[in-house]
């Protein structure tokens, strides 16, 4: 946990996020999102479906 902070406050001091952060960003949160979305269109249509990754605004701004 205070590792946690620790990462975090020094991306804030250095006014931006780590290239490879340790914690968890929106990115990811937002592939967390999308396989959520297969897994409840797969339950919907009864068989396997693709994780769809669409380009969002968030990977164009470079915000990771």
Do not use: C, K, N, Q
């Amino acid at each position: 946990f205070g590792a946690l902070f620790r990462a975090v406050y020094a991306d804030v001091a250095a006014g931006r996020p780590a290239e490879r952060p340790p914690y968890a960003t929106f990115a990811d949160g937002h592939d967390e999102m999308l396989v959520g979305d297969a897994i409840a269109e797969s339950a919907r249509v009864g068989h396997w479906v693709e994780v769809t990754h669409e380009p969002s605004a968030v990977a164009a701004s470079g915000v990771r």
